[in-house]
């Protein structure tokens, strides 16, 4: 339907280009005003018949009326002189009916009183004088009656005469015949000469200015129109030379907007706002359009450096992302300045930059390039409102052909030695290594391996009791997690160091349900040995800082406790100085919440993290847990000693339990007994076992810790 119309238009269109006169008659609106012209002409003369018809008929009517008398008053006899006998002879009568337009005759006394009627009945009565001015007029016309009085007859006589007056009713239709068709000839002719003076003021200038905006809409760019025939000083043609400016001015302003909107899609496409270099989709365009011009006898050799700001998070939640954006900026800025002219510098993240340049003399290796990344970020500091900001930087290197041919991969591998280069410390240049890839790849094959090992019910838990040092008796245990991976090997399977597999758990977020799994399995343990063997222990369940960050852990722990129906004081979570690290308040609010469900809090690995004392007071903690390097350490190490002593009194002034793990001799009993410390766990008593040896463990154990004396 719509393309039907659009082809009408077209039609329309060429038509009243070539000759607008011609279609005038083609238009709505020249047919709307025909329509009312011709029906206004039509109404006001069917307005002026309607009065003159009236008159037409009066008129006749009264020419019919003079005959009537006329005849009437040739047929008296003047010679009669009674008053109250008819004035007419009876011959004379006869001759009157039958020869004149009377067809019927009363004739009344002076006094009104009837004498005598002749011929048709009449319907008129003459009884008063107020009858004397009556007429009727039959209803199809073919008669009219009226009264003669006296003066009209020159007699002392009145008399009411029937006249014929059919021929009056035909000529009254003739009239009216004649009047209509003279009405439609005049309103056609009125109409017509005003319709082609409307066409050619009015109709043709709008169908003119019509075409050239259909014109304009199908292609506002570059509208083709016609140049205007009509005088621009009148209001017509002044309209269409202000609508010809107008679409001249849309399309110069559309073009204008045009190039605008595509210059500013390409920046935002290509560039970054903050700091107006290149982006990474810009980067890798860029990086493949210069391999595809290296040449295939002498393969030209690029750098690609990628560089991540240390710590700059830090800077955006202390000081805002005001100073952040202007230290990013300030980046920017130095490594573009420091580069030569064919280098392309971008900001390829949050934080990260990505440089890519051509090996030539100014530089001999990818690693010099490096060298000046870090020297320049390094050079000073970043001056931000009135404050200085030292700025460190991990710088990750590869280098086209030696490390990869395609765009992707390269820059790909630059990533990866950058992450190396955190990894190892931060503020350093790593160069790509295939070593670096390898890890990658097996740090990838670890985290499918840990999911599936998660859906297949590969994790497990071991249990390593914790003692009170004092009376000797079993006052918990704490869950370690244990992966046993099945394999094609003579004992079946292998069992993953957690020291391997935590990380990357806690790296892709997986920690969060491998968490939540613990804690509930730990948990349902925990009440099965309450219920069958009567443990009143607690259970210690470690949680990553992640769990903090990524999960709800308080209503996930909440829930847990609902569910396994354990007691809140007999779960003991163990959390590490480093979650404090992020943000001190949000965990301290965390641990709150912990808190009041009604279980033990403890710091795990307490001397080896975070350790600010002015924040210690303020966590509800129940427990600090010694490390255990301390503990192994403190019989032939003074330092670790030290700290292992300062620590429990510490805890102690706080009013807090102190335990002690990494227990693994006499000796070192023998040291924290002399300290006071209050609880042990260690090899000494038991290394984490199943869940099964853990049962036999405490059926079996006196509740004296000296029945380990070896």
Known sequence: MKKKQNKQQNALLKGTLTNPSTHIWKSRISWRITIVVFLTILT??????????????????????????????????????????????????????????????????????????????????????????????????????????NTDLSRPYVMVARLDSSKVQKQVFNYVKQTILIMLLMSAFVTTVLMIALGHWLLEPILFMRNNLLAASKNPEEPQIEPSPFDPSDEIGGAIELAQKL????????????????????????????????????????????????????????????????????INDSMGHSVGDAILRGVGKRLRLSMPKSALVSRTGEDEFAITVPLSDEFDNARDVGEKVLNVIRSKP?????????????????????????????????????????????????????????????????????????????????????????????????????????????????????????????????????????????????VEWRDKYGYKGRIAINVSGVQFNQSDIVSITKKII???????????????????????????????????????????????????????????????????????????NSDDAAIACTIIRLGHSLSLKVIAEGVETVDHEKFLIEENCDEVQGFRYSRPVPTEQFVEFINSYNGKISSFDS
């Open 44 to 149: 006001v003369q069917a307005a002026i018949l309607n009065i003159t018809l009236k008159e037409f008929e009066y008129d006749k009517l009264s020419i019919l009326r003079q005959l009537g008398r006329t005849a009437i008053v040739t047929s008296i006899d003047p010679t009669v002189r009674d008053l109250l006998t008819t004035p007419i002879q009876e011959n004379n009568v006869n001759r009157l009916l039958s020869t004149t337009l009377v067809n019927g005759l009363a004739i009344y006394s002076n006094q009104l009183d009837l004498i005598k009627t002749y011929g048709e009945p009449m319907v008129l009565r003459i009884l008063n004088h107020e009858g004397l001015s009556k007429t009727y007029r039959s209803t199809d016309g073919s008669s009219y009656e009226v009264v003669f009085r």
């Open 247 to 314: 679409i001249t001015q849309n399309a110069d302003n559309i073009m204008r907007i045009k190039s605008t909107a595509e210059d500013k899609i390409h920046k935002l496409a290509y560039y970054d706002t903050l700091t107006n270099l290149p982006n990474r989709t810009l980067f890798i365009q860029t990086l493949s359009e210069n391999i595809r011009k290296s040449g295939t006898e002498k393969t030209d050799r690029f750098a690609i450096i990628t560089i991540d700001l240390d710590h700059f998070k830090d």
């Open 382 to 526: 970043f001056k931000v409102f009135n404050e200085e900001f030292q700025v460190r930087a991990s710088v990750g290197i590869a280098t086209f052909p030696d490390d990869a041919i395609d765009p992707d991969q390269v820059l790909k591998n630059a990533d990866i030695a950058l992450n190396r280069a955190k990894e190892e410390g931060r503020d350093t240049i790593k160069e790509y290594s295939e070593d670096f890839d390898r890890a990658v790849q097996e740090r990838f094959q670890m985290l499918r391996d840990l999911r599936d090992a998660l859906e297949n019910d590969e994790l497990s838990l071991h249990f390593q009791p914790q003692l009170n040092l004092k009376s000797g008796e079993i006052i918990g245990a704490e869950a370690l997690l244990r992966w046993w991976k099945p394999d094609n090997s003579k004992e079946g399977g292998v069992f993953i160091s957690p020291v391997e597999f935590i990380p990357v758990a806690e790296q892709s977020g997986l920690i969060v349900p491998i968490g939540e799994w613990v804690m509930r399995t730990a948990c349902r343990n925990a």
């Open 562 to 636: 609902e569910d396994t129906g354990i007691e809140a004081r007999k779960v003991e979570l163990e959390v590490t100085e480093s979650i404090f690290m992020d943000d001190i308040n949000h965990t301290i609010q965390i641990l709150k919440e912990l808190h009041a469900l009604g279980l033990e809090l403890a710091i795990d690995d307490f001397g080896t993290g975070y350790s600010s004392l002015s924040y210690l007071r303020q966590f509800p903690i129940d427990r600090l847990k010694i490390d255990q390097s301390f503990i192994r350490n403190a019989l032939n």
